[in-house]
């Protein structure tokens, strides 16, 4: 399967290597860094680690190899622990149903979607319809708004329709928008990895309607940094002292550093090699897969 590990020619079976985007700077290609001084020099003060799920944990029903066993790790460690996703083609509860499906115990306070962050900003800004652009089953994270179907809606929130995405379901919120509702997107993703390859996310459908109302949207999963700044608030930690895992360099990696947070970037899942050199975001540190991360924490001293 692309992007699981094994692809990347530079990997070493059985070495550990770390690798540093900002050797690439200045077009000459990226080196390997012996030395990982640097990368453990950011990661000593980690007390609790955000993980992705998608291309993280797994791709689709395909558990990533060694990680169960480093979720375990890492819980044992006493490390405080978030799971954190863009994804939302399925609904808070239906995600811990996979989680614990798939053989990750994870409790649901433990579990942050942007569904949460979607319904606290129309809190915030007073909205009380809104017109749900997403799968029948994860409307039911948002029962505190009343839904609206016509041109009456206070916000259009836009989640993951997959195959469903299409004329008339972007045209009604088009609609919507011009007639003066907030455009919220749950989250902007270019692609994710399918178990058939890379597919469309949301975030190509957001840019349809910006394109076409004038209008930014709101974006409150991950990149946003109150995304970030609630799972902290969570764990009760600063964001020196947390780490996101991830496979996305843009959302996970880039949204974590610009927090504040480590980011670590993992080759499995979505993972493209030229889309991370070509980013402008350097990982705190990029390991082969989830498997990596209880070593690369010991050594930095984050972990015993
Ligand atoms: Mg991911």
Redesign the pocket.
């Given at each position: 399967m692309g992007g699981l590990p094994g692809t990347d020619p530079f990997r070493r079976a059985g070495a550990y290597t770390v690798w540093l985007s900002r050797t690439r700077v200045g077009g000459i290609g990226r080196q390997r860094v012996c030395d990982a001084g640097p990368v453990t020099a950011a990661l000593d003060a980690v007390r609790a680690v955000l993980i992705?799920?998608?291309?993280?944990l797994y791709v689709e029903d395909q558990v990533i190899d060694g990680a169960r066993e480093t979720v375990s790790a890492l819980r044992e460690s006493g490390l405080g622990l978030r799971f954190v996703t863009n994804t939302t083609a399925r609904s808070h509860a239906q995600t811990v149903a996979k989680l614990d499906r798939l053989g990750f115990a994870v409790a649901p306070d433990e579990l942050l979607t942007p569904a949460r962050l979607a319904v606290r900003y129309c809190e915030q800004r007073g909205h009380r319809s809104a017109l749900l652009v997403m799968n029948e089953e994860v409307k039911e994270d948002f029962a505190e708004l009343m839904e609206d179907e016509g041109g009456q809606a206070d916000a259009v929130i836009v989640g993951d329709l997959g195959d469903a995405f299409g004329y008339d379901v972007l045209n009604r919120a088009f609609r919507a928008v011009m007639a003066g509702a907030e455009l919220i997107a749950l989250q902007k993703n270019r692609y994710?990895m399918r178990a058939d390859g890379l597919s469309l996310d949301v975030g190509p459908f957001v840019a349809a309607l910006e394109f076409a109302t004038h209008r930014d949207a709101v974006v409150v999963g991950k990149p946003a940094r109150s995304f970030f700044e609630l799972a902290l608030a969570d764990l009760d930690v600063e964001a020196r002292a947390a780490a996101m895992l991830?496979?996305?360099i843009e959302t996970?990696i880039g949204g974590a550093i610009a927090a504040g947070l480590a980011g670590i970037l993992v080759r499995t899942?979505?993972y493209d090699r030229d889309d991370a050199a070509s980013s402008g975001v350097e990982p705190t540190a990029t390991i082969d897969s989830i498997a990596e991360v209880p070593a690369l924490l010991a050594r930095s001293g984050a972990l015993e």
């Open positions: 992705d799920l998608d291309g993280v994710w991830g496979d996305d996970d899942g979505k």
